[in-house]
């Protein structure tokens, strides 16, 4: 009697690993992201009526700022396929005391971003032939900007830039994009010419 309770056990036992078996294995899928079609690099001259040349990619539209304080030859290049925009603004050097404040404020500006920056790494700009000299800021982390950069020729000329993603700040999400615009950003500052 108690072999056939054991004998019946063993086979409802077997035949439960049967059909658990037969039946396909669910493993979560990890978290993914759409794939990002880059466009082929390419760049044009952008030669505005302002007292700078430059190159800009051929898949970025170049706007007027549109903000109620916007002043001539502010402008925003705009990535539409990755919503994003680098504010270019413009200035004329004034006196050695205005100077010193248009590169304060890049500064602070860039430093504002320290309360969610992991880093805030500078690379000088140095181009003595062309009179160009600067800063370039990259702020790591979950930053609302990313790459904020000043130009001048310390006397006559100072623009200022600075990129944004308008979408919710996620390094993680957005880096792939970042890397392939921080290309543009390097090819806007070595092509700047002042006129």
Known sequence: MI???????FVMGFAALAVGAC????SPK???YFRIE???KTYQTFAPGCPFTTRIPTYAKMEPDRSADARPCWMDLWFPQFNARIHLSYMPVTSPDN??????????????HTVKATAIDQ???SRPNAQV???????KGNTASNIQFFLTDSTHHYLRGALYFHEKPRLDSIRPVLDFIKTDIDTLIQSMRWK
Request: charged content about 20%; glycine content about 10%; proline content about 7%.
């Open 38 to 40: 880059f466009p082929e």
């Open 23 to 26: 039946m396909p294995q669910y």
């Open 123 to 125: 690379q000088r700009i």
């Open 133 to 139: 000299y600067g800063l370039n800021y990259e702020i």
């Open 3 to 9: 072999g056939k309770q054991i004998a019946r056990l």
């Open 99 to 112: 100077f010193n404040q248009l590169v304060e404020d890049a500064r602070t500006f860039a430093f504002n």
């Open 30 to 32: 990890p978290g993914g």
